[in-house]
């Protein structure tokens, strides 16, 4: 699947600003386009309105930081989107796709997972979604229907995106999966522009759109968003609902990686995890039955 282009982002986000929300009169007359026209753009950004429109056409190689931030404030951008708008910018006008070794785990992102023991669940992502690794509650409460070892396997490693979007059952644990989708799609597309190359990950884009009419409709939206801190509300098929915030800490060692921690945002909710912590030692200890 073909990546977004810094033009067509540049008119995706055009189109959603009005005259009004840039404060442009309009006398009431009629238009033909929905948002600001190029020259109306360009005059608020204080660039040309042939120099606006060359961008437009994909040649965003002359364009500065300053007329990148001058373009995000009319556009009315936030962080991750200016951050977008930068990245795309600075995409090669020809650049072949390469395919990226498979991720693992940096020594110090496992020795901080293991520091956190298992009252805490907590799994560390690669860049595209993938799980490099979690510990044994974080398995529970995500993907209990997995096999523990299966993000050590390369063939088998678990692919949050595929399992939110794929998956009825992981879709089934959360009760508020509208919102969590919505959140998956606008960070993969601020990933996209970051990795714009990474065959994987447009090979992954593509098999989502394909795949699932959800993940279609969101992608087409073209919504950016990074994803730090947030909630979740489960409906855990062992232990119940459970609702927790998760913060992301990222690896300045391997930034790319992600370690997610969970952590109950209410009474019910902790009693759930240290029930399903009980659970899960009891099931890692208990002895195998040979048939």
Same mark, same amino acid.
């Given at each position: ?13 055009? $189109? ?6 840039? *404060?442009? #009169? ?8 929905? *948002? %600001? ?12 309105? +042939? ?6 056409? *994909?040649?965003?190689?002359?364009? /500065? ?50 520091? =956190? ?8 992502? +690669?860049?595209?979604?993938?799980? %490099? ?7 529970? %409460?995500?993907?209990?229907?997995? $096999?523990? $070892? ?32 919505? &959140? ?8 996209? +522009? ?10 992954? &884009? ?30 855990? #098929?062992?232990? +119940? ?12 060692? /391997?930034?790319?990686?992600? =370690?997610?921690?969970?952590? #109950?945002?209410?009474? #019910?909710?902790? $009693? ?17 039955? &040979?048939?």
């Amino acid at each position: 699947m073909e990546l977004e282009s810094f033009g067509a982002y540049l008119k995706a986000r055009r $189109d959603r600003v009005t005259p009004a929300d840039a *404060g442009l #009169p309009t006398y009431g007359t009629a238009r033909r386009v929905p *948002g %600001l026209r190029r020259e109306e753009l360009a005059q608020l950004a204080g660039v040309s309105a +042939g120099y606006y429109t060359r961008l437009e056409q *994909g040649q965003a190689g002359t364009a /500065s930081a300053q007329v990148l931030d001058a373009l995000a404030r009319v556009l009315q951008l936030d962080p991750a989107e200016t951050a977008h708008l930068h990245n795309l910018a600075r995409q090669p006008a020809t650049s072949r796709p390469v395919r990226p070794r498979p991720e693992k785990p940096h020594p110090r992102v496992l020795a901080l997972l293991a520091s =956190l023991g298992e009252s805490m669940p907590a799994v560390v992502l +690669g860049r595209r979604g993938d799980v %490099l690794a979690w510990n044994r509650t974080g398995h529970a %409460l995500f993907a209990e229907h997995l $096999d523990f $070892d299966a993000p050590h396997d390369l063939v088998r490693r678990p692919s949050v995106p595929r399992m939110f979007f794929l998956d009825p059952l992981t879709r089934d644990l959360h009760r508020n999966w509208p919102e969590l989708a919505r &959140i998956h799609v606008a960070y993969l597309r601020l990933t996209a +522009g970051r990795y714009p190359t990474d065959a994987r990950l447009a090979e992954l &884009i593509g098999e989502l759109a394909m795949r699932s009419r959800d993940f279609a409709k969101l992608w087409a939206k073209g919504d950016v968003a990074d994803c730090t801190v947030g909630t979740m509300n489960l409906q855990h #098929p062992t232990v +119940g609902g459970v609702n927790v915030d998760y913060q992301v800490w990222l690896q300045p060692d /391997s930034p790319d990686h992600r =370690l997610e921690v969970y952590t #109950p945002n209410d009474t #019910p909710s902790a $009693d759930a995890l240290r029930l399903l912590t009980r659970w899960t030692a009891e099931s890692a200890t208990r002895p195998v039955r &040979i048939w």
